[in-house]
Structure formats: C-alpha cells, structure tokens
C-alpha cells in the first residue's frame, strides 16, 4: 500500500503484514498492519516506525512524498519491537533528529539501541511540539500496554494518534474504519476490537477508564484516531471509545462459552447435554475445543460471554496440559466479571475439576458450585447430571449478569 494522506498533510506510511499469523504467541489468521504517520510541516515529523523486516517499505512510502533526511522529529510512542524495529535504519539516514520519548521509554531503547550519539528529549503528559502549523502533545499511557507507552494528539487536525489502543490486527486494503464496512461489516470490525482487547489489554482494564477519563476531562476534541494496528478510525472515533470503556466496565454477552479438552471422549461426551441446559434455560452458548482451535480465540470467546465452563479429563490427577496451558495464559490476562465452573472425566481418581476450582479461586472470580466429575465416561443416567448441571450453571449466570445490565 503506498502513503495516504489521512489529515491535511498528515499520512500513513507503514505497511500491511498479510502473512503473519504468530504475534507472540496470539494468533492472528487476518494478518495486521504496522501504522506509521508522518507530519509534513515546517518541521517534518515521523511518528513511530514498523517492524524490522518492513522498514523498506516505510522508507519507500516516506521517499514518495520526502527525502526521509529531511526529516527532523521522530516521535517514539512505544518501544516494541513491531513499532521500534526501523528506528536504526531511520536514525542512520537522520542522525540529526530529535526524538521525543517518555522517561521509561528511553530507558527500554537503550537496551535495544546504541542511543549515545542520538538527539533524545523525554517528555511528560502535557508537553507539547510544535511543528508548524500543527501542535502535537504528548499524553503518557504507561502499561497501556507497556511501561513505556504515550498517545500524540495533533490538535489542530483533532488527531489521536493512540499507539496500540483502540487498534485491531487486520490486514486489509481499507485504511479506514467505513471502507473496511463497506466490503465486510460493522460487527465483523468490532469482533477485531474485541478480539485484540480480550488478548492484549484485558489486564488494563481500570487504566483503561482512568485515561480515557483524563482525555475527556482535559476537553480536547478528537475527529479520528489513529492506532498502531489495523484501521484508521475516522468515521466514528466516539464509537470505539465507547466500546473500550464498555469492555473496562466488564459488560459482556448473557452466554456461555464451554471451552475444554478431551482424552478419550469421555469429557466431550458430557457437552451435549450441559449445553441442552444452558440452551433450556434460555440462554446462548459457545462450544470451543481447545487443540482444535487458537488459544487467543478461546479467550476472545471467554471474553464475550458471561458465563465459562471449563472441562477437562482428569491425567495423572492433575489438569489435562492444553487446558492448564489455557488457564495459565488466562491467569496472566486477569479477567474479572465473569463467572466459572468445571466438569470433566476421571479414570482412577480425580483431580482436574479440583485444581480448575482453585485457579478460579485464585483469580478471584465467582465459581459456581464445586463443578461435575463423571468416571471414565457418562452413561444414559449420567447425562440428566449433566444437563441439569447445565441448567443451574445458566441460571446462575442469568442471576450474576443482571449486576451488568
């Protein structure tokens, strides 16, 4: 894709990555995008770079519109590895420039770089740069999702260049939020949102509110936003705030997701009729088999849904390993709002169901009852057990959702 202008004398200069599915470790099967703006004013500006193995591309659409020398800031947002990647290779065509970082930031790219001959000016929330006709300010964002993270606001574009938030992985030719509904839908975007919030920010959930807050209260007017992943916001920037604060409110569907695994069948062969309670009771339910699909889908579903049942066979009397792979990775995204339970198979004697209670325990979210454990397999007077476990599990959840309404 070559640069595009997005504000008056303002472009996007990064590039589309369609064949990347790993982003460390979330799988991403739509690709993403590596978004890098540049400032054409009395003082040309660049914010953030892309990754290493694309900064050709960035150089090739900065060289379009400039010489990338003439280039006199280079505004480093966050020091990751997808946006810093390029910021040799930029800073050898412009040793000269200045580049504007927080405090942490600096630090982190010291690790990085040989940063002893670079121009670096930290900055704090509140100070600003003047490039011209436009005024950039500087709004730290730390653990948002790193230590290091800050937004810039252009004021006189009403431009939230946001780093990470409010972004999506997608590859896609649409640059902005109505071309990309044009040629698929708005719920589809929104399922991206949800998808890269569930993986990626979940944890930052009350930093989240707290610096939209501090934007909304410092009345500055933003038109568009503009992450670091993804499409540009600039039809309805209002709408995807809206549904960030939503998510930090803990707000999700009235369903359940039934995420487990299986050895010999004999857990699987519990859903159906767990499922055909939950359904009885009125309420929507999500199957996902956890080696059949990627843990970052399991968690966006998890996220979605107010209710989770997790199961699980019983190997070795501990959990079975895709499963506590699963959980681990939960545990370190803290979800909260959410109510849990388990059930699973056992052959010798249990144990899974038991270790799955504790986890819930330990990251403090509502468990309901002390779960359903069948030997080896459920037979036929097992599955009204199971279906009757199904129908009290959505009840609670009907009952623990009205909190959120």
Known sequence: MKALEIKPDIYWVGAIDWSIRDFHGYVIPDGTTYNSYLILDEEITLLDTVKADFEDTELSNISSLIEPSKIKN??????????????????????????????????????????SRWNIKTVKTGQELKTGKYTLGFIETPMLHWPDSMVTYVKEAKLLISQDAFGQHLASTARFDD????????????????DY?????????????AKIAEIQKSGISVDMIAPAHGIIWRTNPGKVMEMYLNMADGKSNLRVAIIYDTMWRGTEFMIQPVMQGIKDEGVDCKIIKLRATPMSAAIKELWKSRGCLIGSPTLNNEVYPSVGEFIIHLRGLRPADRIMGAFGCYG???????????????????????????????????????????????RKVKEFHKKYE
């Open 179 to 194: 071309e990309f509904i044009k040629c698929a839908s708005e719920s589809e975007l929104e399922d991206f949102v949800i």
């Open 197 to 209: 919030y569930a993986n990626i920010l979940m944890p930052f959930g009350k930093i989240i509110k």
């Open 74 to 115: 280079v505004i480093v947002n966050h020091i990751e590895n997808d946006h810093m990647g390029a910021l040799r290779r930029i800073m050898n065509l412009v040793p000269e420039a200045i580049i504007y970082i927080t405090e942490k930031g600096k630090h982190g790219m010291s690790r990085f770089f040989d940063i």
């Open 348 to 394: 010798w004697g249990g144990g899974a169901v038991k270790w799955l209670y504790n986890e819930f325990k330990g990251m403090k979210l509502e468990s309901f009852g002390s779960g359903l454990e069948i030997n080896y397999r459920p037979l036929q007077e097992d599955d009204k057990k199971c279906y009757e476990f199904g129908r009290d599990f959505a």
